[in-house]
């Protein structure tokens, strides 16, 4: 299989997030995976994502996979894990991006 030079990054990036996460504890990994994603990658990336874990064959890491179903489907209206109000846990009063806030994210906004 091949992969444009676009896709290619987000299948590395995807991979070496989990490559983090098998640091931590097992029961950890694919919600860290996935919270990491619905925190830093906007939705055009999320999209792109998507539309590779649907190929089936893109070569994404099976921690990355098994992460896809916690994660934002761009453009929904839904809440992916670590997003929304479960994002201001342990930060302080609940803002900054220790709450999972993007300082890309109002210059790129979700639209239905």
């Known amino acids: 299989m091949s992969l ?3 896709n290619g990054k ?3 990036m995807a991979n070496q997030i989990a490559t983090f ?3 931590q504890p097992e ?3 694919v919600e860290g995976v996935a919270i990491h994603i619905n925190k ?3 939705p055009r990336m999320r999209q792109a994502f998507f539309s590779l874990i649907a190929r089936g064959d893109a070569g994404f ?3 990355v996979i098994a992460a896809a179903a916690l994660i934002k489907q761009p453009y929904s209206g839904s809440e992916g894990v670590g997003t929304g109000s479960d994002a201001a846990k342990g930060a302080p009063e609940g803002k900054g991006t220790a709450a999972g ?11 239905a």
């Open 21 to 23: 996460f098998k640091s």
């Open 27 to 29: 029961a950890e990994r």
């Open 10 to 12: 987000l299948v590395r």
């Open 40 to 42: 830093f990658w906007e």
């Open 101 to 111: 806030e993007s300082l890309s994210e109002p210059s790129i906004p979700e639209k």
């Open 61 to 63: 890491d099976p921690i």
């Open 4 to 6: 444009d030079t676009t």
